[in-house]
């Protein structure tokens, strides 16, 4: 069965870190690009930041939206097939479920995604 299992989330205050993790399983992780997206209440799913899959030439694509560029930092180990975003200076607005997904090929966005992993709730107060 395939699973992609996130953890690491919390209530920080404002101007703290987390460390979310993702840990995968059943499918062929090189050949998938992997990503955190959030969706914060009454608002849609965005991606937050992503990593090409390793088996592609731009397999070492990185994307960070622009909302948490210089604040968050996403790395893969495709040995370990994990997946960590570390969070630092978080703010009131990155409250949100973060989830960990996979999408086969060089790019994961919300409209490619194969799979979803479970939420984890991350809540920064002021």
Sequence with gaps: ???????GGGV???GGSLRLSCVASGF???DFAVGWFRQA???ERERVASIGAAAFESGDKIYYSDSVKGRFT???DSAK???WLQ???LKPEDTAVYYCAAGWGDIVTVKRVDYWGHGTQVTVSS
């Design 1 to 7: 069965d395939v699973q992609l299992q996130a953890s």
């Design 12 to 14: 920080v205050q404002a």
């Design 28 to 30: 062929g992780f090189n």
């Design 41 to 43: 209440l009454g608002k």
């Design 74 to 76: 996403i790395a893969a």
């Design 81 to 83: 097939k994990m997946v």
């Design 87 to 89: 969070m630092d200076n």
